[in-house]
């Protein structure tokens, strides 16, 4: 009987995009997986539930990579990006959304990457252990 190689997770290393995470995430439920999988790979995770919570974490932790949902109970998070963007914060930024992104939206925010709900976790993983500096594929979508 053949035992199975054993999977290998990606883990905080020296040329890691972050490690240092602000999760916003509105969906408790939600929240704590993804906050659950990258605190168990060596990440520093943040979390918040509201736009205004994700500003004040933004500008007083200054985290290195912000997994940002975009339909959030108090504001979207475009008015997130605007508002660190107006403070002079600016933190690279992983678009999570159930909502379609247009071309207009990557255009004016810039996000590394845009990743639509649902989505595997390995997808999500993917992107936050990528090499800092890797390219990274957006999603183009022309409405929303």
Same mark, same amino acid.
């Given at each position: 009987? %053949?035992?199975?190689?054993?999977?290998?997770?990606?883990?905080?290393?020296?040329? $890691?995009?972050?490690?240092?995470?602000? @999760? =916003?995430?509105?969906?408790?439920?939600?929240?704590?997986?993804? $906050?659950? #999988?990258? $605190? %168990?790979?060596?990440?520093? =995770?943040?979390?918040?539930?509201? $736009?205004? *919570?994700? =500003?004040?974490?933004?500008?007083?932790?200054?985290?290195?990579?912000?997994?940002?949902?975009? #339909? @959030?109970?108090?504001?979207?998070?475009?008015? =997130? @990006?605007?508002?660190?963007?107006?403070?002079?914060?600016?933190?690279? %930024?992983?678009?999570?959304?159930?909502?379609?992104?247009?071309?207009?939206?990557?255009?004016?925010?810039?996000?590394?990457?845009?990743?639509?709900?649902?989505?595997?976790?390995?997808?999500?993983?993917? @992107?936050?252990?990528?090499?800092?500096?890797?390219?990274?594929?957006?999603? *183009?979508?022309?409405?929303?």
């Amino acid at each position: 009987m %053949t035992v199975p190689a054993a999977i290998e997770f990606p883990t905080v290393h020296a040329g $890691a995009r972050a490690r240092r995470v602000l @999760l =916003v995430e509105d969906e408790p439920t939600l929240r704590r997986v993804i $906050a659950r #999988n990258l $605190a %168990t790979r060596g990440l520093e =995770v943040d979390e918040a539930g509201t $736009a205004h *919570d994700a =500003v004040e974490l933004a500008t007083t932790a200054r985290p290195d990579l912000l997994l940002l949902d975009i #339909n @959030l109970p108090d504001q979207t998070g475009w008015d =997130v @990006l605007r508002e660190l963007r107006r403070r002079g914060t600016e933190v690279p %930024t992983i678009i999570l959304s159930a909502v379609r992104v247009s071309s207009k939206r990557l255009d004016e925010f810039h996000p590394i990457a845009y990743l639509p709900k649902p989505f595997p976790i390995d997808a999500l993983l993917r @992107l936050v252990f990528q090499p800092e500096g890797a390219a990274t594929p957006l999603i *183009d979508d022309d409405d929303a």
